[in-house]
C-alpha cells in the first residue's frame, strides 16, 4: 500500500507541487453575492438581443452568402449557412447555460477560471482580448471605406496622394477616417452602457429593415430555373453577354461542386456568426442574467440565421451563382435587373450593419480586461471603475486607443485568422467547462469554504519529529481566525494533521486516510462506466474531469487526421490512428454519459450532455485544424507575449494566489522538514495492524 506520510522528498517536489497548484487553481465565487457589481445593471433582453445582433450581423451579411455560394458551394450555400448555425447554437447552448450560471463579467475567460484552472482562463483570456481588438480595427477599415464610397472616394483619395506610407507590414496610408470613428464609439461606449445600448439599438433596427426590404424586393425578381443550370455539352453556360468556363459552373444544378464543398462553405459560414458571445460579457449589467443572457444568446443566433438563409436564397434565385460578384454580390445582381435604386439602400444597410457590428466589437473588450484586472491577472489600474459613469473608463479608453492605432496604420488582411483561433478555442473550452461543471459536487465554492476532501494537508508526525520540530510549526497561522469562524485547524488548506502512531490513535487515522486516498487505476477503469451512486461524489468528479480531457485529446487527434490526410487513409499509418481516435471519443463518450450529474437548478441547462458539448467540441478542433500555419505561428507569438506577462506579474498578484497558494506553500514547506522515516514507520504499522 502507499505509505502514509505523504512526504515530497525536497525542494523539487516543492516546486512542482507549487506550480501544479498555481496553474489550476480556480476562481471562487460566493453564490450568495453573484449579483454584486460595481457596474450598472441597466440592460434588458432586448438590449442584449440587439448586441448580439448587431455584433454577429455585420456587413458581412451583404458579402459573404454571394462570396460563398460563387467560389464554393453554389445553390447550396443556404445548406452551409443551416450547418453553420447549428454548429453555432452548440456552442450558443454551452454560453447560456454558463450565462445562467456564473453572471460575470469576462465570457469564455470567468467560464474557464470557475471550472478549468487559471493558466487556461489566462489563455482565453489573453486571446479574446487579440480577438476583440483585431476585430474592431478590421472592421473599423471596412466602415471607413464604406462610408467613403457613399462621398464618392475623396477622402481616401486624399489619405493615398498626401500620406502615402512605405513601411513593410504597415498600411499604404493611414486610414484616419477610421482612427475617428473608433475614438468616437470609445467615448460613447465609456459614457454609459445604456446610451451605447440605444445606438446600438437603433442601427440594428435600421439593418434589419434595410435586409427585409432586400428579401422583399428580391423575392418578386426570383426565379427558380437559376437553381437547376446545367452546363452545355462543352461545359460551359452562356448568360447575359458573357460566357462562364466549366471551372466556374461545375456540374451545374442546386449543389454544383459536390457535398464536401457544403462542408468547406460551412466552414467559411460558420465566422458569420461570430459574435454572439459578446452578449455573456454583459453578466454584471444586465438586470437579470440568469434569464436575460440565455434567452439573449437563442434568438439573436435564431435571427441572424434567418437573415442569412433568406437573403441567400433570395440571392442565389435572382442571379445564377456562377454570375455573382463576390465583392458585391446583392448591388451587382439588383443592377443586372435593372434595379440600381437598391445600390443606395445596400450601401445605407452595410454602413449601419458595420456601426453596429463595430460596436459590438469594442463593447466586450474593456470587460474582459476588466474582469482580468479584477482578478489579478493584468494589471489592477485597468480594473478601475468609474463611480458616476458606473463603466470600466480606464480600460475602455486605453483599449479604444490601441484599436484606434491599428485601424489607422495596420492591413489586417493577415491577422483576421487570428481572430478564429481566439474565437474557436474560447468556444471549446466553455463546452469542456460545461462537461466538467455538470460532474462536480457543487457548482462554485465560497471564498472561505471548506475545501473539497483530498486537499487538506496530512502530515504523520511521529514522537521522534515532534521533538525536533517547534511546537508553533505544527500549528497553522490561521488557527485562531479559523477558529473564529467555527472551524478547526484539519479544516483549512494548510492545517496539519497530526497523529503519534504510539499514542492509540493509529485507528482513526488509518480510517482517515481511507476516506481521502487517491483513486487506484482499476477503481478508475471500473467507475468510468459503472459509477456507484446517482449523485456526484469525489471519485466520479475525478473521472468526469479525466474522460473529459482525454475527450478532447482524442478529438484533436481526430480532427488533425482527417482535416489534413482525407486522401491517405487507405495507408494504414493513417486508417488505424484514425480508428483509434475514433474509438477511444466514442468509449469517453459513453463514460460521460454514465457518470453522475449535478441536478442543482438552473435558469438554463444545455440539453443532451454531454452529446452537445462533445459535439461543439470537435466542430470547434476541427475547424481550427483547417486554418492555415502562418495563423499558428503569429498565434504562438502573441501566447509568448502574454505568458511573459502572465509570469512576471499575473502568476503572482493573482487574488487566488492570496487566497489558495501562500495558505498551501506553508504546509508545503513544513512538509519538506519531516523525516520520510517517520512515514515509513507508520506505513509499516497501519501494514501490521491491516493483517
Given at each position: 500500500?502507499?505509505?502514509a ?8 517536489s516543492y ?6 497548484s498555481?496553474?489550476?487553481?480556480k476562481?471562487?465565487?460566493d453564490?450568495a ?6 457596474l450598472s445593471?441597466?440592460l ?34 443556404i445548406?452551409?449557412?443551416?450547418i ?22 469576462g465570457?469564455?475567460?470567468v ?15 489573453w486571446?479574446?482580448i487579440?480577438?476583440?481588438?483585431i476585430g ?9 471605406q464604406?462610408?467613403d464610397?457613399?462621398?464618392?472616394g ?18 499604404k ?14 467615448l ?31 423575392s ?17 453556360v ?20 459536390g457535398?464536401r464543398?457544403i ?17 455573456a460579457?454583459t453578466?454584471e ?6 434569464k436575460a ?8 443566433l ?5 437573415a442569412y ?17 463576390p465583392?458585391?454580390?446583392?448591388p ?16 445605407v444597410?452595410?454602413v449601419?450593419a ?13 470587460r ?13 489600474f ?32 493577415e ?31 465560497h471564498p ?7 486537499s ?8 521522534r ?38 499514542s492509540g ?34 471519485f466520479?468528479e ?19 487526421l ?28 459513453f ?6 450529474e449535478?441536478?442543482k ?8 450532455v454531454?452529446?452537445?458539448p462533445c459535439?461543439s ?21 502573441w ?6 506577462i ?8 493573482s487574488?487566488?494566489?492570496?487566497r ?23 506505513s ?6 491491516q493483517?
Amino acid at each position: 500500500m502507499s505509505p502514509a506520510a505523504f512526504s515530497l522528498g525536497g525542494s523539487l517536489s516543492y516546486y512542482a507541487t507549487l506550480l501544479l497548484s498555481i496553474v489550476t487553481r480556480k476562481k471562487t465565487v460566493d453564490e450568495a453575492h453573484l449579483a454584486d457589481t460595481k457596474l450598472s445593471r441597466c440592460l434588458g433582453t432586448l438590449d442584449l438581443v440587439a448586441l448580439g445582433v448587431g455584433s454577429t450581423l455585420g456587413a458581412g451579411v451583404y458579402v459573404i452568402a454571394g462570396e460563398v455560394a460563387q467560389k464554393t458551394t453554389g445553390p447550396a450555400v443556404i445548406v452551409s449557412f443551416f450547418i453553420a448555425a447549428a454548429a453555432s447554437v452548440l456552442a450558443g447552448l454551452c454560453y447560456a447555460e454558463f450565462g445562467a450560471r456564473v453572471p460575470k463579467s469576462g465570457s469564455a475567460y470567468v467560464y474557464s477560471y470557475v471550472t478549468v484552472g487559471e493558466l487556461m482562463a489566462f489563455v482565453i483570456g489573453w486571446n479574446l482580448i487579440l480577438e476583440y481588438a483585431i476585430g474592431t480595427a478590421s472592421v473599423a477599415r471596412a466602415w471607413s471605406q464604406n462610408f467613403d464610397s457613399l462621398l464618392g472616394g475623396r477622402v481616401i483619395n486624399i489619405f493615398r496622394q498626401y500620406l502615402t506610407m512605405s513601411v513593410p507590414g504597415i498600411a499604404k496610408y493611414p486610414d484616419f477616417f477610421a482612427f475617428g470613428i473608433v475614438l468616437l464609439l470609445t467615448l460613447v461606449i465609456a459614457f454609459g452602457v445604456k446610451e451605447s445600448a440605444w445606438v446600438t439599438k437603433a442601427f440594428t433596427l435600421v439593418n434589419l429593415m434595410v435586409l427585409a426590404t432586400v428579401v422583399i424586393a428580391g423575392s418578386w425578381l426570383a426565379d427558380g430555373a437559376n437553381w437547376r443550370i446545367r452546363p452545355g455539352p462543352n461545359g460551359t453556360v452562356e448568360f447575359g453577354n458573357a460566357t462562364y468556363a466549366a471551372s466556374r459552373i461545375g456540374a451545374g444544378g442546386f449543389m454544383p461542386f459536390g457535398l464536401r464543398s457544403i462542408v468547406s462553405g460551412a466552414g467559411t459560414c460558420f465566422y458569420a456568426f461570430v459574435g454572439f458571445d459578446a452578449i455573456a460579457t454583459t453578466g454584471e449589467e444586465a438586470k437579470n442574467p440568469q434569464k436575460a443572457i440565455p434567452v439573449s444568446i437563442i434568438v439573436s443566433l435564431a435571427i441572424c440565421f434567418a437573415a442569412y438563409f433568406s437573403l441567400s436564397t433570395v440571392l442565389t434565385l435572382i442571379q445564377p451563382y456562377f454570375a455573382l460578384d463576390p465583392l458585391a454580390p446583392l448591388p451587382a445582381a439588383f443592377a443586372a435587373q435593372g434595379w440600381r435604386v437598391a445600390n443606395y439602400i445596400i450601401a445605407v444597410g452595410a454602413v449601419c450593419a458595420l456601426s453596429t457590428s463595430l460596436l459590438g466589437a469594442m463593447f466586450p473588450l474593456p470587460r474582459i480586461v476588466y474582469a482580468m484586472a479584477s482578478d489579478g491577472l493584468l494589471f489592477r489600474f485597468l480594473a478601475s471603475v468609474n463611480r458616476r459613469l458606473s463603466t470600466p473608463l480606464v480600460a475602455t479608453l486605453i483599449t479604444g486607443l490601441l484599436s484606434a492605432v491599428m485601424a489607422c496604420l495596420f492591413e489586417l488582411k493577415e491577422l483576421v485568422d487570428m481572430m478564429s483561433i481566439g474565437t474557436l478555442l474560447a468556444y471549446t473550452l466553455v463546452a469542456i467547462s460545461v462537461l466538467i461543471l455538470r460532474g462536480n459536487r457543487d457548482d462554485l465554492r465560497h471564498p472561505d469554504a471548506e475545501e473539497p476532501p483530498g486537499s487538506v494537508d496530512i502530515r504523520v508526525v511521529t514522537h521522534r519529529q515532534q521533538q525536533r520540530l517547534p511546537a508553533d510549526r505544527l500549528k497553522p497561522e490561521k488557527q485562531e481566525r479559523q477558529q473564529e469562524r467555527g472551524s478547526s485547524d484539519s479544516d483549512s488548506a494548510d492545517a496539519v494533521l497530526v497523529c503519534d502512531p504510539h499514542s492509540g490513535g493509529l485507528a482513526d487515522l488509518s480510517t482517515h486516510f481511507r476516506q481521502h486516498r487517491r483513486m487506484t487505476w482499476r477503481e478508475y477503469l471500473r467507475l468510468s462506466f459503472r459509477p456507484e451512486s446517482t449523485a456526484p461524489t469525489r471519485f466520479s468528479e475525478s473521472v468526469n474531469r479525466r474522460n473529459t480531457f482525454l475527450f478532447l485529446a482524442a478529438a484533436t487527434l481526430l480532427a488533425f487526421l482527417t482535416e489534413n490526410y482525407p486522401d491517405r487513409m487507405h495507408q494504414p499509418g493513417v486508417l488505424l490512428p484514425t480508428l483509434a481516435a475514433f474509438a477511444a471519443c466514442f468509449g469517453l463518450l459513453f463514460s460521460l454519459y454514465r457518470q453522475p450529474e449535478n441536478a442543482k437548478p438552473v435558469a438554463f441547462r444545455v440539453p443532451a450532455v454531454p452529446f452537445v458539448p462533445c459535439l461543439s467540441v470537435f466542430i470547434n478542433v476541427y475547424l481550427m485544424m483547417a486554418l492555415p500555419s502562418g495563423t499558428w505561428v503569429r498565434f504562438l507569438v502573441w501566447m509568448t507575449i502574454g505568458m511573459a506577462i502572465y509570469c512576471l506579474y499575473g502568476a503572482r498578484s493573482s487574488t487566488e494566489h492570496a487566497r489558495q497558494t501562500i495558505r498551501k506553500m506553508r504546509g508545503i514547506r513544513l512538509a519538506i522538514e519531516l523525516d520520510a522515516d517517520g512515514g515509513k514507520e507508520v506505513s509499516q504499522m497501519m501494514d501490521k495492524e491491516q493483517d
